[in-house]
């Protein structure tokens, strides 16, 4: 298996922007997540989805974030218009649901860069 | 919020050496994981330790947890530059969520 595949790897935007993060979840995981990674706030969980919906988005920073889960191969993290202080490693994560919060898989990160 | 905390924040040792750190958690727990991240890349899931186990190991980590004291260890033996990255606990929130600590940083010196 290819794991969790995300794009791009690296985002470099003017701020007003529209950024559109992408990530494939591993075949079979019904769980996917997307965290932010910055230095000051560490790792933070955006939004959960089982089974394509999600369930938890108490962590989306303001309505300027928007995910999505069309299928279950594929998802999308939306920002729109962003910001400077939007700067930071975003990752998708996909698991096995029924065996409480257990194992992460991670993707490579996308790092964006708001100018 | 984070509701693990590792310490020490940094740890430089000698290729070879043991290195271990502690996380520290709040609040009860199912279950409490340990990953790495190298540089630039993703955090990889190294091991689990369900609150009935004490103790577990696999390959040359070894990971205890006391739940009387919320605290849990990782023990990496005979270390490698190959280890040299940042090590993050992570405990179980409700039946989905980890929250994770801020991690240590591992320099593993040749």
């Known amino acids: 298996d290819a794991g969790v595949i995300q794009s791009p790897r690296h985002e470099v935007t003017e701020m007003g922007q529209e950024v559109t993060l992408r990530c494939k979840p591993i075949s079979g995981h019904n769980s996917l997540f997307w965290y932010r990674q910055t230095m000051m706030r560490g790792l933070e969980l955006l939004i959960y989805f089982n089974n394509n919906v999600p369930i938890d988005d108490s962590g989306m920073p303001e309505d300027r974030f928007s995910a999505k889960m069309p299928n279950a191969s594929f998802s999308t993290l939306k920002i729109q218009p962003s910001e400077p202080r939007d700067s930071a490693v975003y990752f998708c994560?996909?698991?096995?649901?029924?065996?409480?919060?257990?194992?992460?898989?991670f993707g490579p990160g996308t790092r964006l860069t708001v100018t | 919020s984070q509701q693990g905390e590792e310490d020490p924040q940094a740890l430089s040792i000698q290729e070879g050496e043991n290195a271990t750190m502690n996380c520290s958690y709040k609040t009860s727990i199912n279950n409490l994981q340990w990953y790495r991240q190298n540089s630039g890349r993703g955090l990889v899931h190294l091991i689990l330790?369900?609150?009935?186990?004490r103790e577990k190991h696999s390959g040359r980590l070894r990971v205890t947890l006391d739940t009387s004291k919320k605290s849990s260890s990782l023990l990496i033996t005979a270390s490698r530059a190959a280890d040299t990255a940042s090590y993050f606990c992570?405990?179980?929130?409700?039946?989905?969520?980890?929250?994770f600590g801020a991690g240590t940083t591992v320099t593993v010196r040749a």
């Open positions: 994560a996909s698991s096995e649901l029924g065996q409480g919060a257990g194992e992460q898989y």
């Open positions: 992570a405990t179980d929130i409700n039946d989905y969520k980890l929250s």
């Open positions: 330790i369900r609150s009935n186990e």
